[in-house]
């Protein structure tokens, strides 16, 4: 983390600085040098799901925004205040994919849980079963600007190498070993610095 990440207080605009706070904490922090407030900085949620059909077969979404534009992601994004990690996490299904809960997707279980704190998130994912409906008429289109488009891959077909973040590999490759042995669990885990 760098020496001084705030360097104006978001209450009152005086510079702050990097110190031990007044109130007992034990980690320096950002502290306004007029009127104390201890600025805190804490990491971002991401959120999202893994849509995957009764064959075992996952959606991924092509992205059609920077960072990583053109590459395969699932369908995630950072969570907004006042929503749940599940509600964020459908919502960011919506929008990526097109996927609307109870009508293309099942809200299922979390499924991986990975800290990655060289940027401080942490990422959230949760199973989304396809509905057999949405299949039989197949996959929605019109996505919103983020996805360029969406594709169902069995593990196989997957494309490993344009995958665009880590956590994303990490997480179908737990899926598709969770698949193979016939029972689909929890996973909590934290990359590497």
């Known amino acids: 983390m760098p020496a001084s990440a705030i360097h104006y207080c978001r209450r009152c605009g005086a510079p702050t600085a990097r ?6 904490d034990t ?3 950002d502290v306004c040098t007029a009127c104390g407030l201890v600025h805190y900085q804490n990491p971002l949620l991401v959120v ?16 059609d925004i920077e960072p990583r534009k053109g590459l395969w992601t699932l369908p995630a994004g950072f969570m907004e205040l006042g929503e749940t990690l599940r509600g964020g996490a459908l919502r ?3 929008e990526e994919a097109a996927l609307e ?9 979390l499924f991986s849980v990975i800290s990655v704190p060289q940027v401080g998130q942490v990422h959230v994912f949760y199973l989304a079963p396809l509905l057999e409906e949405c ?17 169902l891959f069995a593990e196989s077909q997957a ?17 598709f070993d969770d698949w193979r042995a016939g029972c689909l ?9």
């Open 19 to 24: 110190r031990l706070p007044d109130d007992g």
């Open 27 to 29: 980690r320096q922090r």
């Open 48 to 63: 999202g799901t893994l849509p995957f059909a009764p064959d075992g077969r996952v959606l991924l979404c092509q992205r």
């Open 92 to 94: 960011e299904t919506s």
């Open 101 to 109: 809960a109870g009508r293309h997707v099942r809200p299922g279980a």
């Open 135 to 151: 299949l039989r008429q197949g996959l929605p289109g019109g996505f919103g600007h983020e996805t360029r488009q969406t594709r």
């Open 159 to 175: 494309p490993w190498p344009q995958l665009a973040f880590e956590t994303v590999r990490l997480t179908l490759q737990h899926f």
């Open 185 to 193: 669990g929890v996973h909590e885990q934290e990359l590497p610095s």
